[in-house]
């Protein structure tokens, strides 16, 4: 054949093979970790809300385990055909997995659960963390050993929150204390829309709680170096900046912005970065073990040599966990520093790894540690965040190009919050109602300066043996904090700063993940089939949309909410508000925004509220409320309800035209007792919110 000839061919060839494109290789074809985490959480998910018995997951991954051992002794014609049978099983086995984590992680599954038998009448506790003051008490977590019933002491597992009195010395760390008192469960306030705080605590595996006004204090101590050594070098850190720093405001957040430390940061300045968008700068995440990891390769710089190497990996990843677990071991702390150590492992074995599987990776380790941390703010957050940098940063970095070194500089920082804000956006409107709508120009100057705050926290940590030069550093630093407050107060005080009263279901925040994954699949990766998918998740996330305010428009409710020591009742109808109570609930906002705003925004109501008279009709009934000043005793009318505020005696009142009571959460144990008994003789049922949780009646 000639060479003209072989050319036609070639040509033909070639002809026939350029039309064709080769389908790319799917995400989860190249990055394994997400093969074992999607059915791994999956697993999880599962067991927490189907509550699967242990022998239905043994028998699960019995079955899963039997495949591949059968599939091995088929033929070989036949094995290719059961190839995919074989997937299966190892996503069975990684589901069964995932759901026997949650299972072995459920404090409530142990035989030894301190919930499985009677309240008791005393316990003996091991404190288990250094005592944390409030505002009217001392807050201990403790591990109760024993419990007494009847008479007998029996050992039982389990984790409590002890209320010291706040005149009292609580007891330190590690100190056995026998307490006089029943164990109470932990309960939700009931109120609608509020957060599940018994939900969040056992997921902590803490189930019960105590108000101690006594204790006997046991001799000996339990001893646990590592948390000791922690709790010491905590306080230690704690006590030098409060002695280079001055006033309590600053001294709480440069504790927040270097060790994570949050009890004496003041509740109005987080609710002010949190509206703005910067509440990230004051949980430890990814960006304080960026910092700290890039001062540790610099101060183990001259370990480079390849002899050394293995050293400075020690030392690095060292500092890298110390200041994990001295910062609180949180999920979000934890994922970066497993990310950074993979990306220090691998700088030493000189192998570069792909930065979404090493996320993914980390995700499926810190899930095997604690499968609760799947609904953990923080942990969702702070993997969204760092998929979106890796995700979008560059796409959108790439929109503008500048030769100015300082504009380019301020658009790598606009680019890289507008990347993490990306995916954190649907999770942030479900959770928390609300859209910082200046997050851009707040973290312009916040994350830089945050920065150069921790390297400053570090140098006065590290010079105090030198109190001359850490009293510089410390005054820089006050100067610093001032400075970053100064700026996120200007920002919060812009009228339009914040979108607020944002209420979104799971479902509408699965369509918005839908959404933006379908509108970046279009136009990264230039695919215009995409938008038709954008285009329904949209249409479907409008249409919930628009039936939750139609739904909203239709409920009728009365709540009298659980606001402990305050009474709040309120007639919730067609998106407006009625109040009637105490002033503080609506004024001081604290209050309002954890017993009252959650159902505003559930409602789609705004927060002004019409005043209620003491007796009117709701839903055909006749409603009435005493022990307020305005009170003018009861109407001379058969009752329906009775909300009973502050204290009221029992025996003032006459019960015999009265059909229920409420007992609101202004009365004390001992006022709400005897109206209990006094309802109980008179057959009339009875609901105390202070024990039972807010009373919600529906039209």
Same mark, same amino acid.
């Given at each position: 054949?000639?060479?003209?000839? $072989?050319?036609?061919?070639?040509?033909?060839?070639?002809?026939?093979?350029?039309? $064709?494109?080769?389908?790319?290789?799917?995400?989860? &074809?190249?990055?394994?970790?997400?093969?074992?985490?999607?059915?791994? =959480?999956? !697993?999880?998910?599962?067991?927490?809300?189907?509550?699967?018995?242990?022998?239905?997951?043994?028998?699960?991954?019995?079955? *899963?385990?039997?495949?591949?051992?059968?599939?091995?002794?088929?033929?070989?014609?036949?094995?290719?055909?059961?190839?995919?049978?074989? !997937?299966?099983?190892?996503?069975?086995?990684?589901?069964?997995?995932?759901?026997? =984590?949650?299972?072995?992680?459920?404090?409530?599954?142990?035989?030894?659960?301190?919930?499985?038998?009677?309240?008791?009448?005393?316990?003996?506790?091991?404190?288990?963390?250094?005592?944390?003051?409030?505002?009217?008490?001392?807050?201990?977590?403790?591990?109760?050993? $024993?419990?007494?019933?009847?008479?007998?002491?029996?050992?039982?597992?389990?984790?409590?929150?002890?209320?010291?009195?706040?005149?009292?010395?609580?007891?330190?760390?590690?100190?056995?204390?026998?307490?006089?008192?029943?164990?109470?469960?932990?309960?939700?306030?009931?109120?609608?829309?509020?957060?599940?705080?018994?939900?969040?605590?056992?997921?902590?595996?803490?189930?019960?709680?105590?108000?101690?006004?006594?204790?006997?204090?046991?001799?000996?101590?339990?001893?646990?170096?590592?948390?000791?050594?922690?709790?010491?070098?905590?306080?230690?850190?704690?006590?030098?900046?409060?002695?280079?720093?001055?006033?309590?405001?600053?001294?709480?957040?440069?504790?927040?912005?270097?060790?994570?430390?949050?009890?004496?940061?003041?509740?109005?300045?987080?609710?002010?970065?949190?509206?703005?968008?910067?509440?990230?700068?004051?949980?430890?995440?990814?960006?304080?073990?960026?910092?700290?990891?890039?001062?540790?390769?610099?101060?183990?710089? /001259?370990?480079?040599?390849?002899?050394?190497? %293995?050293?400075?990996?020690?030392?690095?990843?060292?500092?890298?966990?110390?200041?994990?677990?001295?910062?609180?071991?949180?999920?979000?702390?934890?994922?970066?520093?497993?990310?950074?150590?993979?990306?220090?492992?691998?700088?030493?074995?000189?192998?570069?790894?792909?930065?979404?599987?090493?996320?993914?990776?980390?995700?499926?380790?810190?899930?095997?540690?604690?499968?609760?941390?799947?609904?953990?703010?923080?942990?969702?957050?702070?993997?969204?965040?760092?998929?979106?940098?890796?995700?979008?940063?560059?796409?959108?970095?790439?929109?503008?190009? #500048?030769?100015?070194?300082?504009?380019?500089?301020?658009?790598?920082?606009?680019?890289?919050?507008?990347?993490?804000?990306?995916?954190?956006?649907?999770?942030?409107?479900?959770?928390?109602?609300?859209?910082?709508?200046?997050?851009?120009?707040?973290?312009?100057?916040?994350?830089?300066?945050?920065?150069?705050?921790?390297? =400053?926290? %570090?140098?006065?940590? +590290?010079?105090?043996? @030198?109190?001359?030069?850490?009293?510089? +550093?410390?005054?820089?630093?006050?100067?610093?904090?001032?400075?970053?407050?100064?700026?996120?107060?200007?920002?919060?005080?812009?009228?339009?700063?914040?979108?607020?009263?944002?209420?979104?279901?799971?479902?509408?925040?699965?369509?918005?993940?839908?959404?933006?994954?379908?509108?970046?699949?279009?136009?990264?990766?230039?695919?215009?089939?995409?938008?038709?998918?954008?285009?329904?998740?949209?249409? *479907?996330?409008?249409?919930?949309?628009?039936?939750?305010?139609?739904?909203?428009?239709?409920?009728?409710?009365?709540?009298?909410?659980?606001?402990?020591?305050?009474?709040?009742?309120?007639?919730?109808?067609?998106?407006?508000? @009625?109040?009637?109570?105490? =002033?503080?609930?609506?004024?001081?906002?604290?209050?309002?925004?954890?017993?009252?705003?959650?159902?505003?925004?559930?409602?789609?109501?705004?927060? !002004?509220?019409? /005043?209620?008279?003491?007796?009117?009709?709701?839903?055909? &009934? #006749?409603?009435?409320?005493?022990?307020?000043?305005?009170?003018?005793?009861?109407?001379?009318?058969?009752?329906?309800?009775?909300?009973?505020?502050?204290?009221?005696?029992?025996?003032?009142?006459?019960?015999?035209?009265?059909?229920?009571?409420?007992?609101?959460?202004?009365?004390?144990?001992?006022? +709400?007792?005897?109206?209990?008994?006094?309802?109980?003789?008179?057959?009339?049922?009875?609901?105390?919110?202070?024990?039972?949780?807010?009373?919600?009646?529906?039209?």
């Amino acid at each position: 054949m000639n060479t003209r000839a $072989m050319n036609f061919f070639i040509a033909l060839i070639f002809l026939y093979l350029k039309p $064709m494109r080769v389908p790319p290789m799917p995400a989860w &074809k190249h990055r394994p970790a997400l093969r074992l985490l999607l059915p791994f =959480a999956a !697993g999880i998910l599962l067991q927490w809300y189907a509550a699967l018995p242990l022998p239905a997951l043994l028998s699960v991954a019995g079955l *899963c385990l039997l495949i591949p051992l059968l599939y091995r002794f088929l033929p070989l014609r036949h094995q290719f055909r059961a190839g995919p049978w074989a !997937g299966l099983a190892l996503n069975g086995l990684l589901l069964a997995a995932g759901a026997a =984590a949650c299972r072995q992680a459920d404090i409530r599954q142990d035989p030894r659960w301190l919930g499985h038998t009677g309240a008791g009448d005393a316990f003996i506790a091991e404190l288990v963390s250094e005592p944390a003051e409030k505002a009217a008490s001392w807050k201990v977590t403790a591990e109760i050993r $024993m419990r007494r019933q009847e008479g007998q002491w029996t050992p039982v597992k389990g984790t409590a929150l002890l209320y010291f009195r706040k005149g009292t010395t609580p007891p330190p760390f590690g100190s056995r204390v026998q307490v006089a008192l029943p164990l109470q469960v932990i309960r939700n306030s009931g109120n609608p829309g509020a957060f599940d705080y018994q939900r969040w605590c056992l997921f902590q595996g803490i189930t019960h709680q105590a108000f101690v006004s006594d204790y006997a204090l046991l001799p000996g101590r339990d001893h646990h170096p590592l948390q000791a050594a922690l709790i010491a070098g905590r306080k230690a850190v704690t006590g030098i900046l409060r002695q280079h720093l001055p006033g309590k405001e600053i001294q709480g957040l440069a504790e927040a912005l270097l060790i994570g430390y949050k009890d004496d940061l003041d509740p109005e300045l987080t609710a002010a970065y949190a509206r703005t968008g910067v509440v990230h700068i004051i949980a430890i995440s990814g960006m304080h073990l960026a910092l700290v990891y890039l001062l540790l390769l610099g101060l183990t710089k /001259p370990l480079g040599a390849p002899r050394w190497r %293995i050293l400075r990996l020690v030392l690095v990843l060292g500092g890298l966990w110390g200041f994990s677990l001295l910062a609180g071991g949180g999920p979000s702390v934890l994922r970066s520093a497993v990310m950074f150590s993979l990306l220090a492992i691998g700088g030493l074995i000189g192998r570069k790894g792909d930065s979404i599987n090493s996320l993914l990776l980390a995700a499926l380790l810190l899930l095997l540690i604690n499968p609760f941390w799947l609904w953990d703010i923080g942990f969702q957050l702070s993997f969204t965040a760092v998929g979106g940098i890796v995700l979008f940063y560059r796409p959108i970095y790439q929109l503008y190009t #500048t030769h100015n070194k300082a504009l380019d500089f301020v658009w790598k920082g606009a680019a890289v919050s507008l990347a993490a804000q990306v995916l954190t956006t649907p999770l942030s409107l479900y959770h928390f109602h609300q859209f910082p709508l200046l997050f851009l120009a707040a973290n312009l100057l916040a994350v830089p300066l945050s920065g150069l705050l921790v390297y =400053a926290l %570090i140098a006065v940590c +590290a010079l105090s043996f @030198w109190p001359a030069v850490a009293g510089l +550093a410390g005054s820089a630093s006050a100067l610093g904090i001032r400075l970053l407050n100064a700026w996120i107060d200007r920002i919060d005080r812009v009228p339009f700063g914040v979108w607020d009263g944002l209420s979104l279901s799971v479902l509408q925040t699965v369509l918005l993940y839908g959404l933006l994954a379908a509108v970046a699949w279009a136009l990264l990766r230039r695919r215009p089939q995409a938008w038709r998918y954008a285009l329904g998740c949209g249409l *479907c996330f409008l249409t919930l949309r628009a039936y939750s305010f139609y739904e909203a428009g239709q409920r009728t409710r009365l709540i009298v909410y659980q606001v402990p020591h305050y009474a709040a009742l309120e007639v919730q109808e067609a998106r407006r508000c @009625w109040y009637r109570g105490d =002033a503080a609930p609506q004024q001081d906002a604290r209050l309002y925004g954890l017993h009252l705003k959650p159902a505003h925004t559930e409602a789609r109501s705004g927060t !002004g509220a019409r /005043p209620l008279p003491a007796a009117f009709r709701f839903a055909g &009934k #006749t409603v009435a409320q005493i022990g307020l000043p305005d009170s003018n005793g009861l109407p001379d009318i058969p009752i329906d309800l009775l909300v009973v505020s502050h204290q009221v005696r029992a025996d003032a009142v006459a019960l015999r035209d009265i059909r229920a009571v409420v007992l609101d959460a202004s009365l004390t144990r001992r006022s +709400a007792q005897q109206w209990k008994e006094a309802c109980a003789e008179a057959g009339i049922p009875c609901h105390d919110v202070g024990q039972e949780g807010a009373f919600v009646l529906y039209r």
